[in-house]
């Protein structure tokens, strides 16, 4: 506790002209940001600035994704950051395209986690991300996978064969998925399937679709695959994340 109190005064001392945010302006590599309930931008890292395409962290204080990305862009964006403030639950670590205003096609690593107050109440959110590390020494990197990863997300809820991603990626099939799994840490097949229990979550917390209804709309065989593979991946059923979701 005396650890904690001697953090707690430390922090109260600073001054509030972000001296930590600037922090991240010395780390390029990394886009940082704060965004509050209404998705309005509160903080940024200059590398944020670049991928809204302002000059300054001034420029965006205040505006939102709409300001900046095309609409199906900030609806994505947008709706994770619900997802986050509503649950309370981080998205961490997740492979995506970079934001299309950069233009580059490249992947990277978002995070994005809540932020509380003092009562511990959801205020907003934090979130930062960074290129995809290319695989040094070793033949491909992880932006081989660029247009791979950016079709799955499009596609995630149709059928979808190895060989045909392989094919879209100009490797065969064992080397497609052994690529994959040295650049992502994980195989072809996981990587779908989570991106399909991401879609059903934000689905079950921000519709009243019924169940069924959202496990083929999200790519599922059937209801009860669906329920195996949300509960194997978020340790609790659909139905009972949905009621969690509305405070029941």
Do not use: W
Not at 21 to 41: E, Q
Not at 57 to 73: R, V
Not at 104 to 129: A, D, H, M, Q
Not at 142 to 148: R, W
């Amino acid at each position: 506790m005396a650890n904690a109190s001697i953090r707690k005064e430390f922090f109260k001392s600073l001054t509030h002209d972000n001296q930590i945010i600037k922090l991240f302006d010395l780390m390029p590599g990394i886009a940082f940001y704060v965004k509050d309930m209404d998705g309005r931008f509160v903080a940024l890292s200059q590398k944020t600035c670049e991928y809204c395409g302002v000059a300054q962290e001034a420029d965006a204080l205040g505006k939102t994704d709409y300001d900046f990305f095309p609409s199906s862009n900030a609806d994505s964006y947008r709706a994770d950051d619900f997802s986050v403030m509503e649950s309370g639950q981080p998205i961490l670590n997740r492979i995506e395209t970079e934001p299309q205003q950069a233009g580059s096609g490249r992947l990277v690593v978002t995070t994005k986690i809540p932020l509380r107050n003092e009562e511990g109440k959801v205020i907003g959110i934090v979130g930062f991300s960074r290129h995809v590390d290319r695989l040094s020494g070793r033949a491909g990197t992880a932006d081989d996978f660029a247009k791979t990863i950016d079709y799955l997300k499009k596609k995630f809820n149709e059928h979808l064969s190895t060989s045909e991603l392989a094919e879209m990626a100009g490797m065969s099939i064992s080397q497609f998925e052994r690529r994959f799994r040295r650049a992502f840490s994980s195989s072809p097949r996981q990587y779908l399937l989570r991106l399909r229990i991401d879609a059903a979550s934000r689905l079950l917390t921000f519709t009243a679709r019924p169940i069924a209804q959202i496990s083929k709309e999200c790519g599922f065989h059937d209801h009860a695959h669906f329920t195996r593979s949300f509960k194997k991946m978020m340790n609790m059923t659909p139905l009972n994340f949905r009621k969690r979701q509305k405070g029941e």
